[in-house]
């Protein structure tokens, strides 16, 4: 069932990603892998007093398309998932919350990628500054949450950090 790493090697180091080559054996024949690192990351749904969610559009280079997400970020170096959410949240958003709740974590795509992300629900939103780094450009939008789930439903928001932070949130209500 598991697999042996026999051999690995470095491909590709950037600033975000790394990629590997792996040599495995499994089931006594030799495989290759290839391996997106990623540092991990958080997502966060911000929930107004309302009810309604602030969430962000975007458009994403290797979909070329504008994307409804909720906002999230990258882990900086020695930097913890709650601290991330923070300043992600008000980098993009311009939004500080005073209740982080971590709903879940979970891998966005284990097949050939390490990213774990963690995904918060944001409550107590108060207006802040938005602080967006250089490279991005990101118009905030406020959705009604029936408006977002019939959006994930009619195949609308492809997102699936936003998809899963969103679905999740009636779980988690059935689990408090």
């Known amino acids: 069932m598991y697999e042996k790493i026999l051999s690995s090697e470095k491909a590709y180091k950037g600033k975000l990603i790394s990629t590997r080559k792996d040599e495995i054996r499994l089931k006594g024949r030799i495989f290759t892998r290839e391996v997106v690192e990623h540092p991990g990351s958080v997502a966060i749904v911000p929930i107004l007093n309302d009810g309604s969610l602030v969430m962000i559009e975007q458009y994403r280079h290797p979909v070329e398309e504008v994307l409804l997400e909720i906002p999230a970020g990258t882990l900086e170096i020695n930097e913890n998932a709650i601290e991330c959410a923070h300043r992600e949240l008000i980098e993009e958003t311009g939004h500080n919350a005073g209740n982080l709740k971590k709903l879940i974590s979970c891998y966005l795509a284990p ?7 963690h995904i918060f629900l944001a409550t107590e939103i108060k207006v802040a500054k938005q602080r967006l780094e250089d490279d991005e450009s990101i118009r905030v939008v406020t959705k009604e949450l029936p408006e977002v789930k019939k959006m994930i439903k009619d195949g609308l ?11 999740f949130l009636d779980l988690y209500k059935e689990i408090q």
Not at 157 to 167: E, Q, W
């Open 111 to 117: 097949g050939y990628c390490t990213e774990l992300i």
């Open 157 to 167: 928001i492809k997102d699936a950090k936003t998809i899963i932070g969103v679905t």
